[in-house]
C-alpha cells in the first residue's frame, strides 16, 4: 500500500486528502480489510470476478 500511494502524483494525494509525508501514518491506521483492497486504476488490470463478472 505505501509503494502504491507513493508512486501516485502529489496532485493526485491531495485530490484524497494525503500528504506524501502523511503516507507511513495512513497506511498504519488502515485496517486488515482495507489493506487487502484491491487498486482501482486504468494501469491496474482487474480481474473480471472483481467487476461483478462484466468487462470494461
Not at 509525508?21 to 473480471?48: H, N
Amino acid at each position: 500500500m505505501i509503494e502504491t500511494l507513493r508512486g501516485m502524483d502529489d496532485r493526485l494525494l491531495r485530490d484524497i486528502g494525503i500528504d506524501r509525508s502523511d503516507i507511513p501514518r495512513v497506511v498504519d491506521g488502515l485496517t486488515d480489510r482495507e489493506l487487502s483492497m484491491r487498486p482501482v486504476s486504468s494501469d491496474v488490470q482487474v480481474d473480471a470476478r472483481w467487476r461483478g463478472g462484466r468487462t470494461a
